[in-house]
């Protein structure tokens, strides 16, 4: 139905910048998000943004630092990256909630999943 396909991800160094994309194929989707995994952690909410892009949320740990934006004609999410810290090691992925039409930080919401993409930042 949906796939998601992320790209960007790179090994980079402490205060450099990454910008991570998320194309998805299938119908219009409805709001789009942005979590990482680290090895031995947890899924991480990061970012989430509303179908018409004027709603976002972001995680306090990268807001003022992320930005996630959307271009619905591509059905494509993008984030941002600016500042990065090692902390922020993480695979990436893009996720869709089809449910909801606010930004959601659960990732239970979430319908579909990218496969994620690896962000390395270096001390």
């Known amino acids: 139905q949906v796939q998601l396909v992320e790209s960007g991800g790179g090994l980079v160094q402490a205060g450099d910048s990454l910008r991570l994309s998320c194309a998805a194929s299938?119908?219009?989707?409805?709001?789009m998000g942005w979590f990482r995994q680290a090895p031995g952690k947890e899924r991480e909410f990061v970012a989430a943004?509303?179908?018409?892009?004027?709603?976002?949320k972001y995680a306090d740990s990268v807001k003022g630092r992320f930005t996630i934006s959307r271009d619905n004609a591509k059905n494509t999410v993008y984030l941002q990256m600016n500042s990065l810290k090692p902390e922020d090691t993480a695979v990436y992925y893009c996720?869709?909630?089809?449910?909801?039409?606010?930004?959601?930080?659960?990732?239970?919401?979430?319908?579909?999943w990218g496969q994620g993409t690896q962000v390395t930042v270096s001390s």
């Open positions: 996720a869709v909630d089809e449910k909801n039409y606010t930004p959601s930080s659960d990732y239970v919401e979430y319908d579909y």
């Open positions: 299938g119908r219009t989707l409805s709001m």
């Open positions: 943004i509303a179908r018409s892009g004027s709603y976002t």
